[in-house]
């Protein structure tokens, strides 16, 4: 007996849903438990130049929230983001 999901057995293959470097959002099938698609963060790595999962995705919004904010995959990953300009006072 198979235990996967047959729609994820049908979409095995990663399927690129939107690239911003370094970072890219893809579907990898289906999840089992609920039938909702498996989205990812990816991230490419700098001298090997490879694809890996840093993030899951709990639904389709908040993927689509940091495909539109380029700054919340940086937030996802711990790296330095919304930063603050400096602001000076004009007398």
Not at 26 to 51: F, T
Request: hydrophobic share 35%.
């Amino acid at each position: 007996m198979n235990d996967l999901d047959p729609k994820s057995v049908d979409s095995t293959k990663t399927i690129v849903i939107h690239e911003r470097l370094p970072f890219r959002f893809v579907q990898k099938g289906y999840i089992q438990l609920n039938g909702n698609p498996d989205l990812r963060l990816q991230e490419q790595d700098y001298y090997s130049r490879k694809w890996s999962d840093v993030y899951l995705f709990d639904n389709a919004d908040q993927m689509l929230l940091a495909i539109e904010d380029a700054e919340y995959p940086k937030w996802l990953t711990g790296k330095p983001c919304y930063i603050k300009d400096s602001v000076c006072r004009v007398n």
